[in-house]
Structure formats: C-alpha cells, structure tokens
T-cell receptor, first 113, second 114 residues
C-alpha cells in the first residue's frame, strides 16, 4: 500500500539551528513527493515538491531531495527562524486507479528566540 | 481575493443535529477535496470530486454527504452529528488528475459537537 512516515514531534530548536525532519514513504508506482506547512490557525500550504527521483525541491531556505533508493524525502533548513514554527507534513501523490494524496502525521516545530 | 474559502470558520452544535459546511474556490480548478484533521493534526482524505463527479470516497460514514453543484463548489453535509465528528475540516482544490500538482487548502472549519 501507500503510506508516509515522518518523525514524531514536537521538535524544539533555537533560532539559527539546523533543522532536519525525516520522512520515508512506501508507494506503488511513481509518486510525487511534497512538503506542506501549516501555520497556527491556517490551512496547509505547499512548501516544496519533487516529482521524480533525485529531484531537489527548495523554497524559503528549505530543501528536500527525492531519494528513491532509500524511499526518503527528508526536509532540511540550515538556519531556522522563529517564524518557521509550524506543523510540517510530508505527503505523496500517486495514481492507483484514482488520484490520491496521502499525508504523514505531521511534525510540529517550535523555534525559540 | 481568497483562493479557497470555507464557511463557517467555527461551528458548535449539539449531538444529533445536521449541519453543512460550504467550500468555494476561485482558482479555476476542476478537482476538490474534503479532509478531516483530528486533534493530533492527523489529516485524512474523506472525498474528492473531479468535474462534479465523485472520485474518492474513503469509507466515510454515510452520515457525511458531499455535494458539488459545480466545479467551483464542494459542500459537506453531516447528518446526526456525533461527538467523534469534532475536528477541523479542510477543503482543498487542485488542477487536473495529475499527481505532481499541488493542492490549495482553505482555512478550515473547526467543528465542535457537544
């Protein structure tokens, strides 16, 4: 089946620290991979995506590389800010007789000043 | 101009009541979705519609009935509300049945069943 597993939170970091949020997936077919971010009281919004193996998605200093050999799509940022505090969702989309997006459980990030 | 809008933002009601949540998108998308997010932030697809046609129905109780009068609207009606229906419900939309296309989410409707 199709599933997404991401590291449990919360993750608490100091400002300017390095961030990694791990995400691994299982999928039939060739999925596209996404990171969405949810700020408090808001809906999800796309942070970055990668549509094929070895692609790197990047946005606002965040990066993730589609690793087919390890079925992973880890999110990284070199220096986090307080404004990055949010819940981060790893997701995959695949067409298995019906187009579907499957989300991980979400990882809450707190960044302290 | 809001891309995906939902009304109401908050909904507090008694067990057994019937309620509706409305969703509209002005992005010209042809696919719309309903998701349920529980208190632990877990997000689960409920329904998706493409060009007003039901595509995905994820074993949701038949108390939940989506209705898509046109491509820009997908409403959710819930009958006989139960305590376990308390959650945040998100509407989303995307263009085409293509797995590489992102989804655009509304701000959510927080439903509390007392």
């Amino acid at each position: 089946g199709n599933s997404v597993t991401q590291m449990e939170g919360p993750v608490t970091l100091s400002e300017e620290a390095f961030l990694t949020i791990n995400c691994t997936y299982t999928a039939t077919g060739y999925p596209s991979l996404f990171w969405y971010v949810q700020y408090p009281g808001e809906g999800l919004q796309l942070l970055l995506k990668a549509t094929k193996a070895d692609d790197k998605g990047s946005n606002k200093g965040f990066e993730a590389t589609y690793r087919k050999e390890t079925t992973s799509f880890h999110l990284e940022k070199g220096s986090v800010q307080v404004s990055d505090s949010a819940v981060y969702f790893c997701a995959l989309s695949v067409n298995t007789g019906g187009f579907k997006t499957i989300f991980g459980a979400g990882t809450r990030l707190f960044v302290k000043a | 101009d809001t891309a995906v809008s939902q009304t109401p933002k908050y909904l507090v009601t008694q067990m057994g009541n019937d309620k509706s949540i409305k969703c509209e998108q002005n992005l010209g998308h042809d696919t719309m979705y309903w998701y349920k997010q529980d208190s632990k932030k877990f997000l689960k697809i409920m329904f998706s519609y493409n060009n007003k046609e039901l595509i995905i129905n994820e074993t949701v109780p038949n108390r939940f009935s989506p209705k898509s009068p046109d491509k820009a609207h997908l409403n959710l009606h819930i009958n006989s509300l139960e305590l376990g229906d308390s959650a945040v419900y998100f509407c989303a939309s995307s263009y085409g049945q293509v797995e590489s296309n992102e989804q655009f989410f509304g701000p959510g409707t927080r439903l509390t069943v007392l």
